[in-house]
């Protein structure tokens, strides 16, 4: 178990451009979430997958925002035209599928994280 | 919809002090709750959760958080502070498939 990674850690990037995330989850872990975090505030939930499958997105995830999951593998998180609002750490999280349960279903296991500077 | 409060955004404690930091929810049902650490530059890590059954649960660190229905509270206390606490500090609620909920965080700073 190598916990959940997430590529890069850092982005600076120019507004105007596009940007993407890459998070690898826990291999056997088939729920992935993606969270958004502004300085100063806890993490925001942009939308979560169960394997393949993108099951809720946030109002926060405007058209700009698009998340993929292809093979219930590891998941992108791509920013188009990117805006000075968007600079923000962009945390992945991945847990076991289920509801509920007293151990490990609900737990959410965080990657340190991709934080994004848009200039 | 379900929230949670964290109504302490700063809290400087000594070394060796006793600790509690607060957290209230609002949500219809019994949630999950849960205690997230946040070092500077490092990612969520959870010092524990409540699930259902005794109300105190014991985490990591020598941390513990008592569930009181009656209040809508998830407090974390620890009876003795150490430097290496200081961190960010997240109270989540979270029910069955749904996505969990955080709080604003209250970031601890430990004089020494």
């Known amino acids: 178990d190598t916990g959940v990674s997430q590529d890069p850690r850092h982005k600076i990037t120019k507004r105007g451009q596009n940007v993407t995330f890459r998070c690898d989850p826990i291999s056997e872990h088939n729920r992935l979430y993606w969270y958004r975090q502004t300085l100063g505030q806890g993490p925001e939930f942009l939308t979560y997958?169960?394997?393949?499958?993108?099951?809720?997105k946030s109002r926060l995830l405007s058209d700009r925002f698009s998340a993929e999951r292809p093979k219930g593998s590891f998941s992108t998180l791509e920013i188009q035209r990117t805006e000075q609002g968007d600079s923000a750490m962009y945390l992945c999280?991945?847990?076991?599928?289920?509801?509920?349960?007293?151990?490990?279903?609900?737990?959410?296991?965080f990657g340190a994280g991709s934080r994004l500077t848009v200039l | 919809a379900q929230s949670v409060t964290q109504p302490d955004i700063h809290i400087t404690v000594s070394e060796g002090a006793s600790l509690e930091l607060r957290c209230n929810y609002s949500?219809?049902?019994?949630?999950?709750l849960f205690w997230y650490v946040q070092s500077p530059g490092q990612g969520l890590q959870l010092l524990l959760k409540y699930f259902s059954g005794d109300t105190l649960v014991q985490g990591i660190k020598g941390f513990e958080a008592e569930f009181k229905r009656s209040q809508s509270s998830f407090n974390l206390r620890k009876p003795s502070v150490h430097w290496s606490d200081a961190a960010e500090y997240f109270c989540?609620?979270?029910?069955?498939?749904?996505?969990?909920?955080f709080g604003a965080g209250t970031r601890l700073t430990v004089k020494p």
């Open positions: 997958f169960q394997n393949e499958a993108q099951l809720e």
């Open positions: 989540a609620v979270g029910e069955g498939n749904n996505d969990m909920r």
């Open positions: 999280a991945s847990r076991r599928g289920g509801a509920g349960g007293k151990d490990g279903a609900n737990v959410l296991t």
């Open positions: 949500y219809g049902a019994t949630p999950y």
